[in-house]
């Protein structure tokens, strides 16, 4: 009876899908575990960095299946934050990414890349400015595992490049582009 038992439950768990493994994750914005940061070049003198304090997202994440893992993160363009208020104000401003009109920028995964050693490329469409184009980002997984709380965890970091053109953002000087740098820990749902 016994072999039969034990027999029966490696059957099952034979047949169980590939994806079993997929863990879904929100992104640990209450925790600050995670962080929406740029940099952008100032009239090709220096570099002004900020961040984005208001976002949220989830992700899927199969270490068994990278290829079958998603993301998606919705960002709230009102909260751009580079450390002075005026100049906050301005990049706000319908010169540059009228954070009025488009209060949220939203990047939607379309697939991910194992490129081995932990290392991603995550594809998707990014809609930012009223303009959806899609973009690369580069990613590593960082780590995975059990909290102190009990809970389980997984963290990664990526990084891309956008072309302000390419979401119809005016460019001031050398500042044609921004990049963007992503640290992302999410807590298993």
């Known amino acids: 009876m016994k072999k039969t038992l034990i027999a029966t439950g490696m059957a099952v768990a034979m047949m169980l899908p590939l994806g079993a493994n997929a863990a879904d994750y929100a992104i640990d914005t209450k925790g600050a575990h995670a962080s929406v940061n740029f940099k952008v070049s100032h009239l ?8 984005f304090n208001d976002f949220s997202g989830q992700f899927s994440y199969d270490p068994a299946n990278v290829a079958a893992s998603s993301v998606e993160v919705t960002v709230d363009t009102t909260s751009l ?15 540059f990414i009228d954070a009025g009109k488009y209060g949220e920028a939203v990047f ?3 697939g991910v890349k194992d490129n081995g050693d ?6 998707g469409d990014l809609t930012l400015h009223g303009v959806t184009q899609p973009i690369t980002i580069n990613a590593e997984f960082i780590g995975a ?6 809970g389980e965890r997984a963290g990664f970091y990526g990084t891309t490049r956008l072309e302000l053109v390419d979401f119809k ?7 044609s582009y921004v990049d963007m740098e992503l640290h992302i820990e999410g807590v298993q749902k």
């Open 145 to 150: 595992g059990q909290d102190p709380w009990g």
């Open 118 to 123: 932990g290392k991603l490329d995550i594809t």
């Open 81 to 95: 934050d580079s450390n002075h208020a005026e100049r906050d104000k301005h990049i706000r401003s319908s010169d």
């Open 108 to 110: 939607k995964s379309t």
């Open 44 to 51: 090709g003198y220096s570099f002004i960095q900020g961040r």
């Open 169 to 175: 953002i005016p460019v001031m000087g050398a500042s």
